[in-house]
C-alpha cells in the first residue's frame, strides 16, 4: 500500500484495483474489509494521512496520502531480507495427520489423489496464463515460481505416498480420556472396620 500511495493521493478501491493488478491472479483478491482495516492502521500509525473528498450522489471519499514517514518505512521495508512464515501450515497436512491418526491407509491414498488432481489443475491453469497474450515479464515471473512449488509438492505427494506404511506404523495410539495411566498409584487394600458386635465381644 505504501509503495501504491507513492503515485499519489488515492482511495480505498483504486488501491484495491492497483493491488489486484499489482500481484496478479496467483495471489488472489484482496479483501476491501482488510484493506480498510490496514489503510486505517496506516493512518493511526501517521504512515498515511486522510482527508475527505465530497461527491455528488455518494457519500464522501476518504483520500489518503502518503506521509514523510511513510516514505522512510517503504525504504526500511524494501531493503529487509523477507522472513519466512514460522512452521508449515497447510490444511493438506492435517488431513494426512488425521488420517495417519485413524490407521486407515485408503483414506490417506485418496487424501493425496485429491491434492494431485488439484496440483495438476492448478499446473494446467498456470499454463494457460504462461501462454496468454499480454502477460508481462513480471506475471511470467511469478507464474513460474507458481509452477516450481506445485511440481515440489508434486514429488513430495510420492514420498508421501511411498511412506504411508510407516505413517500408519508410527501413528501414536489413542488413549481414552477416562483411562488409568500404568504409572499411577494403587490404592491400598481396604481393610474392614469390626463391627458393633466384634467390638462389644
Do not use: C
Not at 488515492?10 to 480498510?36: C, M, Q, R, V
Not at 509438492?153 to 501413528?171: H, R, Y
Amino acid at each position: 500500500m505504501l509503495a501504491l500511495l507513492t503515485e499519489g493521493p488515492s482511495h480505498g478501491y483504486d488501491l484495491k484495483d492497483e493491488f489486484d493488478n499489482l500481484t496478479g491472479p496467483h495471489f488472489g483478491t484482496l479483501n476491501i474489509g482488510h484493506l480498510y482495516q490496514l489503510l486505517e492502521r496506516l493512518a493511526r500509525d501517521g504512515l498515511a494521512e486522510t482527508h475527505r473528498e465530497p461527491q455528488d450522489t455518494r457519500p464522501d471519499r476518504l483520500i489518503y496520502t502518503l506521509t514523510d514517514k511513510g516514505r522512510a518505512e517503504l525504504t526500511d521495508w524494501l531493503v529487509q531480507s523477507p522472513r519466512p512464515a514460522s512452521g508449515y501450515r497447510d490444511e493438506f497436512f492435517l488431513k494426512l495427520g488425521a488420517a495417519r491418526r485413524l490407521g486407515d491407509p485408503e483414506r490417506i491414498r485418496h487424501i493425496i489423489t485429491n491434492r494431485r488432481l488439484t496440483l495438476l489443475q492448478e499446473l494446467r491453469d498456470l499454463a494457460a496464463l504462461r501462454a496468454a497474450a499480454g502477460t508481462t515479464t513480471y506475471d511470467r515471473l511469478l507464474t513460474s515460481a507458481a509452477e516450481l512449488h506445485n511440481r515440489s509438492l508434486l514429488d513430495l505427494l510420492d514420498q508421501i505416498e511411498t511412506a504411508i506404511p510407516q505413517l500408519v506404523a508410527e501413528a501414536e495410539p489413542r488413549h481414552p480420556r477416562n483411562a488409568i495411566s500404568k504409572t499411577a498409584p494403587t490404592m491400598p487394600p481396604r481393610v474392614d472396620q469390626p463391627t458393633r458386635a466384634k467390638r462389644s465381644a
